[in-house]
């Protein structure tokens, strides 16, 4: 419960958010709530120090920087959805973002906040591991520092943000031409839903050879993540859609009330392969 | 004047709660107000060795309340009094309230909630069904059975010909699910009495049931605007009434109780869990020769309204067909797990979705069309249903024929894609799905003769109020009754409004439930308004319109006229051996769903649902079809998407709306709602029952196109993805 005892700052500067985190590490960064009301209220976390971030402008706004885009921590899901730089670049995540919540909760939901949250069936997560991005964290001691952003996960909600850092942004290469991307997320509704498996791919081609593959799964493990084995074994060759069957090499599903492990481990290798199939024609 | 039967005017209620001004219980404040909050058990089955408080804890603005608070009877009175308002030695399942406490913050009052310790003496449990009858610990009588019954029509034994076709089907429980949760609040009144405002379906009920608890009669329910009730609010409202009386009285204040959804969905009543098997003869041309069902159903550990649910199980799983003999037998069994209660469709939707997904075997097994074999088999005027009721004017195959023309009529919409659904249209199978059902209008048997149902009108000047127990639920009553009552004088729909539904003015017109209020109780409003009519004409010794006799009589006091339901003298029912006229008559349903299915994932798009309802009579087209296509998409959910999940005590897990997945509107086909009016002359203006047949036939509609689109044969609800790729081949 959110109780009147909780003490919440608002910062208005960046230094000034990071020096209230770093002098008192406890405090619990507020974003859009999405995530965070529904701890609080479910008695699952019990705050003492909110620092809340939404009025920290430094932390907004999708612009392109030498070869990068820059997404402030803050960016909302309803303004990756309307950004014309993301649809060039990161159509994927745009997709994504359009499968999040309701309305209201892309209002308010962050891209920072989906990271901190690390839920490993978080809707933007995939997207972020397949184009290759970079998490930008920030602390008053230290400065700024970037993870790529498979590094950033290293367990179950368990992320690499030090307990004085925030995180500031993320970055996402620029697109390069001939770039083929697909998001899937699968649930069983079409809104609103959180998702059972999420999928993004990424695959570059020159000759009829793929020259990089990324496959990033939500969902189906406890941190979002690349099927190495898979991506390797499509390097250097053509589409072979059934290398998708590898996929059970990287991916390690569990039970939970919404879903079953075959049932994830059978989907996510369907998912795959029809994407496969679409790509090799 | 306009006649208004067959008009789709506006509900009364719209304005006020598109606007927001429609005060729902959570709304109303009151001055001094505490709120209320419940300790629930932890267990499914264990004696209570203790209740304490924490002292480390400030208990001096709690009021707390156990069993031995309880001035009257520590029982909830429905069927049986097996079910206690709070528990005292023994919690026989999981949630079952214990202790109860207010405080002058919600906040405080579940704090001080999670201070109570229950100390358990944890016993054996029985979770699943199939291992209740008969076996031990006992929950419920000698045997755990809260109701079993039987019915014959000529004798199965004797069929030995044709080809024997058997299944079993299944079916897990359904939240209601109504968009405001339970709430009740309790306010002391200068008598000593309370007041009761709540959420609710039937304020008689609560009503019965509080005089029990409380042990005096000083009390009357109203019910606030209510956002929804599907059966939820039936019962369950009698059980948090209790406790919010309870505390009120003790604390000598008002005490709101309003659960959170995630408290709501675990502790509240749902729809019986049901396993039927089906054993069957048919002879190669698909006449339907014999039926021998078996229905078990899981009550859950108290026996709440099992016994009529069951029976109406009973009375369904014939389908709408004609067979030569049949066998039924059911029962509904005691578990250590949250009662299971009423929920739209009653026992229809689970008997139904057995017997239409066993005529899709039956239809598959000899190579008949399944649309082919039901026009063959739907019962037909002078046939005989199970219990041996002569069918009047059946609605059967008006709705098959209205549904399949309207799908080869009208273009299937495009299947759009999903964002985030990849684009691969060619990934995705389409299938189409056919089923027909019938549902028992009003009371099963005599039930309506026992509940004499009232109504009162009120005619003072040129304004007549309608006094009814029958309450707007959403459903359109407050629209209805007024509508009927300006057409049969005659008068602008503006002479006439509805008194609140408040049992110190309203009389005990049944409770709203079973697709009766527009049917029975709109029956009791029409010669209502005509005894009406006709005192004027007495008074004023002259035959003359109302409005004529009204304008007259302006200046005079008012006038006052009381009806009581007239059941049909004709009709026969033997509740012993359940033979004869079960329901005073039915309504028909035909379901066309066309969907597609990812052959990668097993999701269900839907993309057109056409349904064709004899209805007997639209008394109000928009209502109607509102009442159908809400039913409908509710029957979708529980067809493909809504699954309880419980852990091995039968706590519900899923407690959220982001886990317990209802359909959103982006999930909805498009609807083709065709009404069929097919009149039944014991309701008003011909109308029958319609809020529950919606939920009855689109389940197995959807599980026939799943098997069209796949070769997928499923027998289980939901069908969820999990399910469907599954059984994909």
Same mark, same amino acid.
């Given at each position: 419960?959110?109780?009147?005892?909780?003490?919440?700052?608002?910062?208005?500067?960046?230094?000034?958010?990071?020096?209230?985190?770093?002098?008192?590490?406890?405090?619990?960064?507020? $974003?859009?709530?999405?995530?965070?009301?529904?701890?609080?209220?479910?008695?699952?976390?019990?705050?003492?120090?909110?620092?809340?971030?939404?009025?920290?402008?430094?932390?907004?706004?999708?612009?392109?920087?030498?070869?990068?885009?820059?997404?402030?921590?803050?960016?909302?899901?309803?303004?990756?959805?309307?950004?014309?730089?993301?649809?060039?670049?990161? /159509?994927?995540?745009?997709?994504?973002?359009?499968?999040?919540?309701?309305?209201?909760?892309?209002?308010?939901?962050?891209?920072?906040?989906?990271?901190?949250?690390?839920?490993?069936?978080?809707?933007?997560? /995939? /997207?972020?591991?397949?184009?290759?991005?970079?998490?930008?964290?920030?602390?008053?001691?230290?400065?700024?520092?970037?993870?790529?952003?498979?590094?950033?996960?290293?367990?179950?909600?368990?992320?690499?943000?030090?307990?004085?850092?925030?995180?500031?942004?993320?970055?996402?290469?620029?697109?390069?031409?001939?770039?083929?991307?697909?998001?899937?997320?699968?649930?069983?509704?079409?809104?609103?839903?959180?998702?059972?498996?999420?999928?993004?791919?990424r695959v570059r081609r020159q000759g009829g050879q793929v020259t990089l593959a990324r496959l990033a799964f939500g969902a189906l493990g406890p941190v979002p993540l690349r099927a190495h084995t898979v991506e390797v074994a499509l390097e250097g060759g053509p589409v072979r859609p059934q290398l998708a069957e590898l996929l059970l090499n990287?991916?390690?599903?569990?039970?939970?009330?919404?879903?079953?492990?075959?049932?994830?481990?059978?989907? $996510?290798?369907?998912?795959?392969?029809?994407?496969?199939?679409?790509?090799?024609? | 004047?306009?006649?208004?039967?067959?008009?789709?005017?506006?509900?009364?209620?719209?304005?006020?709660?598109?606007?927001?001004?429609?005060?729902?219980?959570?709304?109303?404040?009151?001055?001094?107000?505490?709120?209320? @909050?419940?300790?629930?058990?932890?267990?499914?089955?264990?004696?209570?060795?203790?209740?304490?408080?924490?002292?480390?804890?400030?208990?001096?603005?709690?009021?707390?309340?156990?069993?031995?608070?309880?001035?009257?009877?520590?029982?909830?009175?429905?069927?049986?009094?097996?079910?206690?308002?709070?528990?005292?030695?023994?919690?026989?399942?999981?949630?079952?309230?214990?202790?109860?406490?207010?405080?002058?913050?919600?906040?405080?009052?579940?704090?001080?909630?999670?201070?109570?310790?229950?100390?358990?003496?944890?016993?054996?449990?029985?979770?699943?069904?199939?291992?209740?009858?008969?076996?031990?610990?006992?929950?419920?009588?000698?045997?755990?059975?809260?109701?079993?019954?039987?019915?014959?029509?000529?004798?199965?034994?004797?069929?030995?010909?044709?080809?024997?076709?058997?299944?079993?089907?299944?079916?897990?429980?359904q939240e209601q699910l109504y968009i405001e949760p339970q709430g009740v609040l309790a306010v002391p009144r200068e008598d000593g009495g309370v007041t009761i405002i709540g959420s609710l379906q039937c304020p008689y009920y609560v009503v019965k049931a509080l005089i029990r608890v409380l042990g005096h009669d000083k009390l009357n329910v109203?019910?606030?605007?209510?956002?929804?009730?599907?059966?939820?609010?039936?019962?369950?409202?009698?059980?948090?009434?209790?406790?919010?009386?309870?505390?009120?009285? =003790?604390?000598?204040?008002?005490?709101?109780?309003?659960?959170?959804?995630?408290?709501?969905?675990?502790?509240?009543?749902?729809?019986?869990?049901?396993?039927?098997?089906?054993?069957?003869?048919?002879?190669?041309?698909?006449?339907?020769?014999?039926?021998? %069902?078996?229905?078990?159903?899981?009550?859950?550990?108290?026996?709440?309204?099992?016994?009529?649910?069951?029976?109406?199980? @009973?009375?369904?799983?014939?389908?709408?067909?004609?067979?030569?003999?049949?066998?039924?037998?059911?029962?509904?069994?005691?578990?250590?797990?949250?009662?299971?209660? %009423?929920?739209?469709?009653?026992?229809?939707?689970?008997?139904?979705?057995?017997?239409?997904?066993?005529?899709?075997?039956?239809?598959?097994?000899?190579?008949?069309?399944?649309?082919?074999?039901?026009?063959?088999?739907?019962?037909?005027?002078?046939?005989?249903?199970?219990?041996?009721?002569?069918?009047?004017?059946?609605?059967?195959?008006?709705?098959?024929?209205?549904?399949?023309?309207?799908?080869?009529?009208?273009?299937?919409?495009?299947?759009?894609?999903?964002?985030?659904?990849?684009?691969?249209?060619?990934?995705?199978?389409?299938?189409?799905?056919?089923?027909?059902?019938?549902?028992?209008?009003?009371?099963?048997? !005599?039930?309506?003769?026992?509940?004499?149902?009232?109504?009162?009108?009120?005619?003072?000047?040129?304004?007549?109020?309608?006094?009814?127990?029958?309450?707007?639920?959403?459903?359109?009553?407050?629209?209805?009754?007024?509508?009927?009552?300006?057409?049969?004088?005659?008068?602008?729909?503006?002479?006439?409004?509805?008194?609140?539904?408040?049992?110190?003015?309203?009389?005990d017109s049944g409770p709203t439930v079973a697709s009766r209020t527009a049917m029975v109780v709109g029956g009791v409003v029409d010669a209502a308004a005509r005894k009406l009519h006709a005192a004027l004409q007495v008074e004023a010794r002259r035959s003359a319109p109302f409005a004529e006799l009204a304008r007259a009589r302006r200046a005079?006091?008012?006038?006052?006229?009381?009806?009581?339901?007239?059941?049909?003298?004709?009709?026969?029912?033997?509740?012993? =051996?359940?033979?004869?006229?079960?329901?005073?008559?039915?309504?028909?349903?035909?379901?066309?769903?066309?969907?597609?299915?990812?052959?990668?994932?097993?999701?269900?798009?839907?993309?057109?649902?056409?349904?064709?309802?004899?209805?007997?009579?639209?008394?109000?087209?928009?209502?109607?079809?509102?009442?159908?296509?809400?039913?409908?998409?509710?029957?979708?959910?529980?067809?493909?998407?809504?699954?309880?999940?419980?852990?091995?005590?039968?706590?519900?897990?899923?407690?959220?709306?982001?886990?317990?997945?209802?359909?959103?509107?982006?999930? @909805?086909?498009?609807?083709?709602?065709?009404?069929?009016? !097919?009149?039944?002359?014991?309701?008003?203006?011909?109308?029958?029952?319609?809020?529950?047949?919606?939920?009855?036939?689109?389940?197995?509609?959807?599980?026939?196109?799943?098997?069209?689109?796949?070769? @997928?044969?499923?027998?289980?609800?939901?069908?969820?993805?999990?399910?469907?790729?599954?059984?994909?081949?």
């Open positions: 419960m959110l109780t009147s005892h909780a003490e919440v700052l608002s910062p208005r500067s960046l230094q000034e958010a990071l020096t209230a985190k770093a002098s008192h590490p406890e405090t619990v960064a507020l $974003a859009g709530g999405t995530d965070l009301m529904v701890l609080i209220e479910a008695n699952k976390l019990a705050p003492s120090r909110v620092l809340n971030l939404w009025g920290v402008q430094e932390l907004r706004g999708i612009d392109a920087q030498d070869g990068w885009i820059r997404l402030g921590a803050l960016t909302t899901w309803t303004e990756l959805i309307h950004s014309t730089l993301l649809a060039d670049h990161a /159509p994927a995540l745009v997709e994504a973002a359009q499968t999040c919540g309701a309305a209201q909760i892309r209002n308010r939901g962050t891209l920072g906040g989906n990271l901190a949250n690390a839920s490993p069936a978080g809707d933007s997560l /995939p /997207p972020l591991l397949a184009l290759d991005g970079v998490v930008e964290l920030g602390s008053a001691r230290r400065g700024l520092r970037r993870v790529p952003i498979e590094r950033f996960f290293l367990g179950y909600r368990k992320t690499a943000l030090e307990r004085d850092e925030l995180i500031t942004a993320i970055y996402l290469p620029a697109r390069v031409d001939g770039d083929e991307t697909f998001f899937r997320k699968v649930g069983t509704r079409r809104a609103q839903s959180i998702s059972k498996l999420s999928f993004c791919g990287d991916i390690r599903p569990i039970a939970d009330v919404r879903s079953t492990a075959e049932y994830r481990q059978r989907a $996510a290798v369907n998912v795959l392969r029809g994407w496969l199939e679409s790509l090799a024609g | 004047m306009a006649q208004l039967i067959g008009e789709g005017i506006g509900r009364v209620d719209g304005p006020a709660k598109v606007s927001g001004r429609a005060l729902y219980v959570d709304d109303l404040h009151v001055p001094g107000c505490y709120y209320g @909050a419940t300790v629930r058990s932890t267990h499914a089955h264990a004696l209570i060795r203790g209740i304490t408080l924490n002292l480390d804890y400030d208990w001096s603005d709690v009021i707390v309340v156990t069993s031995v608070d309880i001035p009257g009877e520590n029982v909830i009175a429905l069927m049986t009094d097996d079910q206690p308002a709070l528990a005292e030695q023994v919690v026989r399942h999981v949630t079952e309230p214990i202790a109860l406490v207010a405080a002058p913050t919600r906040e405080k009052a579940l704090e001080a909630a999670r201070n109570v310790r229950i100390e358990y003496q944890p016993l054996p449990a029985i979770i699943d069904m199939a291992r209740s009858r008969g076996e031990e610990p006992r929950i419920f009588g000698n045997d755990n059975v809260f109701k079993k019954l039987e019915l014959r029509l000529g004798d199965v034994k004797a069929v030995t010909g044709g080809v024997l076709i058997e299944g079993e089907y299944e079916v897990g429980h109203v019910q606030a605007a209510t956002g929804g009730g599907f059966g939820g609010k039936e019962e369950y409202p009698s059980m948090l009434s209790a406790h919010a009386a309870l505390l009120a009285t =003790r604390a000598g204040r008002p005490v709101k109780m309003v659960y959170r959804r995630d408290e709501d969905l675990r502790a509240t009543t749902k729809r019986h869990p049901a396993r039927v098997k089906l054993s069957t003869r048919v002879d190669e041309s698909g006449r339907l020769l014999s039926l021998d %069902a078996d229905v078990l159903m899981d009550g859950g550990a108290y026996n709440t309204l099992s016994p009529v649910v069951i029976s109406r199980a @009973a009375l369904h799983v014939s389908g709408p067909y004609r067979w030569e003999t049949a066998h039924v037998r059911a029962a509904v069994v005691a578990t250590h797990t949250p009662p299971n209660g %009423a929920f739209r469709g009653f026992g229809a939707p689970q008997a139904m979705f057995a017997v239409e997904r066993h005529l899709d075997k039956i239809a598959r097994t000899l190579s008949i069309d399944p649309v082919e074999l039901r026009r063959m088999n739907l019962l037909r005027e002078g046939d005989l249903t199970v219990t041996g009721q002569v069918v009047k004017a059946p609605g059967g195959l008006l709705a098959l024929d209205a549904a399949l023309a309207a799908a080869d009529e009208s273009p299937l919409p495009p299947l759009s894609p999903i964002p985030g659904g990849g684009g691969d249209a060619a990934r995705r199978l389409p299938g189409r799905g056919v089923s027909v059902v019938f549902h028992g209008c009003g009371f099963t048997g !005599n039930g309506e003769a026992k509940i004499k149902s009232k109504v009162i009108l009120e005619l003072q000047g040129e304004r007549i109020r309608v006094l009814t127990g029958s309450t707007d639920i959403g459903q359109g009553t407050d629209t209805i009754f007024p509508q009927l009552v300006a057409s049969v004088l005659d008068i602008p729909l503006s002479w006439v409004e509805m008194a609140p539904h408040d049992t110190a003015l309203v009389p005079r006091g008012p006038l006052r006229v009381e009806h009581q339901h007239q059941p049909d003298p004709s009709l026969r029912w033997d509740d012993e =051996r359940y033979i004869g006229d079960a329901y005073p008559t039915y309504a028909w349903m035909a379901t066309v769903v066309d969907l597609a299915v990812d052959i990668d994932t097993g999701e269900v798009t839907y993309r057109r649902l056409i349904t064709a309802t004899d209805i007997g009579r639209a008394l109000n087209p928009v209502l109607a079809s509102g009442q159908i296509e809400g039913g409908a998409l509710q029957a979708l959910g529980w067809a493909t998407f809504e699954e309880v999940v419980t852990d091995g005590k039968g706590l519900m897990l899923n407690d959220r709306l982001t886990n317990y997945i209802i359909p959103t509107a982006a999930d @909805a086909p498009e609807m083709v709602t065709l009404l069929i009016e !097919n009149p039944y002359e014991g309701g008003p203006f011909g109308a029958k029952g319609l809020g529950e047949i919606p939920m009855d036939g689109p389940a197995a509609a959807v599980a026939q196109a799943i098997e069209a689109a796949t070769g @997928a044969v499923l027998n289980r609800l939901p069908m969820t993805p999990e399910r469907v790729l599954e059984a994909t081949p």
